[in-house]
């Protein structure tokens, strides 16, 4: 299925609303009848779990016995539905057809089961996509379906061109109202007869929905005026719409109402049911249920108490099963405080919400500190410690050094759920630290690497120390520079930083260090004297024309083809980033050496994004942060993510991603990469050999905890510039930064 047009088309991912009952009347007496009894508004969500090919619910339905068919767009964006048990076990899928050259506009289930969709038809949906199609390119299309999904019947819509203009007009909702249907525009309602043919319309604006109650009138919903039956022959809005409680608090279109209810809507604060008194009365609370409005797709009655929910967050698309509390409900959970350096993100407390809603012993809060106080020490000390603090690699070696983690195996012990025996091997080596894990990232990559030709480097040199460095270097023809043009190594002191030189002269268990020696004398002279290219400046930047600016990204990126560089920078975050990074240097993963950092110690690989998750000794709760830890880790939460932009660090979820990734890249065959004009287009084929190879590399490569931290890399820095200042030599350089060091690690032991 080809791309879905302008914004029209893309919202009918989120906004569908389809319904089915009698012609509507204007003059219909309200029932007299006592509107449903509400005591309870707070619910209880349960996930459940899709299978990978089930991707966000365009529109559900739950029949009579308690079956649930959903609708969605598959891997390959063709319309399917996926069967439910009545006790939500997943019991197969299977295409449904929708007429040739179209594309989906909207569908929903009808109260009876059966489906109604509308399309947009165009013979050369290309033009759609290069947005050179005009009105007489394309045209819209009912098409309506038998409760088990067969295409019954399809009728074109005449009429519509008098109200609609491509790039001009979307569509706001659509509604099967009896033997007709009602399509809200951003600028008009238009009544569509059985044969498909525009009978009636009313002018109105982009706040406005319809949809036709289930007794047969049709409701009207304006985000500024309110809610209100309008007229059933000309659409027009009611007279003296009921204002909303709330401003601005539509956040999906109405859905199909039942015996119970004249419709549903999804508002700020809640999903409300229209009663036959055209009252809006609150069924589910958003605040107390933990429910974010914007994130929901639909909301679908099951039976009493009972919702099914599509919806997605921080974990992806899912389905759950939303319960009413009891109405002398009490929310009794513990309270999880969460510390984390500086601002708490957005991502952070979505999490949390997450996390509270599937759990009834437990909710979480966040506290900001600092990166450069003591606060965190000071609360510690005091007693307030929290319960769990998400911070960098030195908070975990400091705080684990005063006794203030729980380590991953004491907490396993005590509490069970993830052990070191989930994680990666070389993840639960590397951050082994006194016998046991004190602070854990979810996801790691490799940002410590570069990238060779495989013919001038040998790929086992890919975990190399520094004298195997030193070897390879003097042993390349001395026309070769160290690296390209556009790396972000181009002077000594970058070289010594982005090739970590410092690192393997301090002992962080002891406190110690040694870098007056010969070995750190010969890295600070390496990368004085090294071969660099000048940089560019400034002035090339702000003064080169385009094309100059392509041709010296053109020439940079056949450097190492021509062995004008030894290495070449290489970013990875996922799968693709291997690719796509060699493609960069005309090159295929067959055809390259991944190499890491060198490291006398071995371990200069990995780089963690979201920081180091430990669990602290003396809090209020530590059982429930181990609690939020495993939810945070969880192979089902993570694997059911639509993306990931690194590589996880448990066994199951990190296979999961790295064959996800792989068929994703296998399937696009190929893509592009354009630097101002300079495009090159490369394969992205992962091949056996090659996968297996960056396979090994992922699982293989090791890194350690390190107490470095910012004052300690300010002082190595400050005497490391005076030495590439001319200012000093390296002896009196590496005997500075020898007594500064060792003062410094003193007084922070």
Not at 575 to 583: C, P, R
Request: glycine content about 6%; charged content about 25%.
């Amino acid at each position: 299925m080809k791309k879905l047009f302008t914004l029209s088309l893309t919202m009918a991912l989120f906004l569908s609303a389809v319904s089915c009952g009698k012609k509507s009347d204007s003059s219909t007496t309200e029932n007299a009848v006592p509107d449903p009894m509400i005591t309870q508004t707070m619910y209880k969500e349960e996930r459940l779990s899709l299978p990978d090919e089930i991707g966000m619910p365009l529109s559900m339905h739950v029949n009579e016995n308690g079956c649930i068919k959903v609708l969605y767009n598959d891997n390959y964006n063709k319309l399917r539905v996926g069967d439910f048990t009545s006790d939500l076990s997943f019991s197969g899928s299977y295409a449904i057809e929708i007429p040739e050259d179209t594309e989906l506009d909207f569908i929903d289930f009808n109260p009876d089961g059966t489906v109604t969709a509308l399309l947009m038809h165009c013979t050369d949906f290309q033009k759609v996509i290069d947005r050179t199609a005009d009105d007489e390119d394309i045209s819209f299309i009912i098409a309506e379906y038998d409760a088990d999904l067969n295409l019954i019947e399809q009728k074109e819509i005449t009429g519509i061109e008098n109200y609609y203009s491509i790039g001009d007009t979307f569509f706001q909702s659509f509604s099967k109202a009896g033997e007709d249907y009602i399509l809200c525009t951003n600028n008009n309602a238009l009544k569509i007869d059985s044969s498909g043919k525009v009978t009636a319309h009313a002018d109105v604006d982009f706040n406005n929905y319809y949809i036709s109650a289930s007794d047969g009138r049709i409701v009207n919903f304006n985000n500024h005026t309110g809610y209100g039956f309008a007229d059933s022959d000309t659409l027009a809005p009611p007279s003296s719409p009921t204002p909303f409680d709330i401003s601005a608090p539509i956040q999906r279109p109405p859905f199909p109402g039942d015996d119970e209810y004249l419709c549903y809507i999804v508002l700020k604060d809640g999903y409300y049911g229209l009663t036959k008194n055209c009252s809006l009365q609150k069924i589910i609370d958003f605040a107390s249920s933990l429910i974010d409005a914007g994130s929901i797709f639909s909301i679908t009655p099951m039976d009493k108490g009972k919702y099914l929910l599509a919806s997605n967050d921080t974990g992806g698309s899912y389905l759950s099963l939303l319960t009413v509390r009891p109405d002398d409900f009490v929310d009794e959970r513990k309270t999880v405080v969460v510390g984390m350096h500086n601002i708490v993100n957005p991502q952070d407390y979505e999490l949390a919400n997450e996390f509270a809603r599937f759990n009834d012993d437990y909710k979480v809060e966040y506290r900001e500190y600092d990166y450069d106080s003591d606060d965190l020490r000071n609360d510690i000390l005091t007693g307030d410690a929290p319960d769990m603090f998400i911070g960098r690699e030195d908070d975990v070696f400091r705080y684990t050094n005063l006794g203030a983690f729980m380590g991953l195996d004491e907490l396993h012990e005590k509490y069970g759920g993830l052990s070191r025996d989930d994680l990666l091997p070389n993840i639960a080596e590397s951050y082994t630290y006194k016998g046991d894990i004190y602070g854990i990232p979810t996801d790691f990559k490799l940002d410590r690497i570069f990238l060779a030709d495989k013919d001038v480097i040998s790929r086992d040199d890919a975990f190399w120390d520094f004298d195997r460095f030193f070897e390879v270097y003097d042993s390349m023809p001395e026309d070769m520079y160290l690296t390209t043009q556009y790396s972000w190594m181009q002077d000594p002191m970058s070289v010594f930083c982005g090739m970590y030189m410092y690192e393997d002269f301090i002992d962080f268990e002891d406190n110690s260090c040694n870098f007056d020696c010969d070995d750190f004398i010969r890295r600070l002279e390496f990368c004085r004297n090294a071969r660099l290219l000048p940089p560019l400046g400034e002035d090339f930047y702000q003064n080169a024309t385009p094309q100059e600016h392509s041709m010296s990204i053109e020439e940079n990126s056949f450097m190492l083809k021509n062995k004008e560089a030894m290495i070449g920078n290489m970013w990875m975050g996922n799968l693709h980033d291997f690719i796509s990074s060699a493609a960069e240097y005309h090159y295929s993963i067959s055809d390259v050496t991944i190499l890491s950092t060198p490291s006398d110690k071995g371990c200069a690989t990995f780089g963690v994004n979201e920081g180091f998750y430990s669990i602290l000794r003396n809090s209020n709760c530590p059982e429930g942060a181990w609690a939020y830890l495993n939810y945070i880790m969880d192979d089902d939460r993570i694997t059911s993510k639509t993306y990931t932009m690194q590589l996880p660090v448990t066994k199951v979820s990190y296979n999961y991603w790295m064959n996800r990734w792989r068929e994703d890249l296998n399937m696009r065959k190929e893509d592009k990469m354009n630097y101002d004009g300079y495009e090159i287009t490369y394969s992205t084929v992962l091949s056996d050999e090659d996968f297996e190879y960056l396979n090994t590399l992922l699982t293989t490569a090791t890194a350690s905890i390190s107490g470095m931290d910012e004052e300690l890399r300010k002082i190595i820095m400050e005497e490391t510039e005076r030495y590439f200042n001319d200012e000093c030599s390296a002896e009196q350089c590496a005997e500075m930064l020898d007594n500064r060091v060792s003062i410094f690690l003193s007084e922070r032991s």
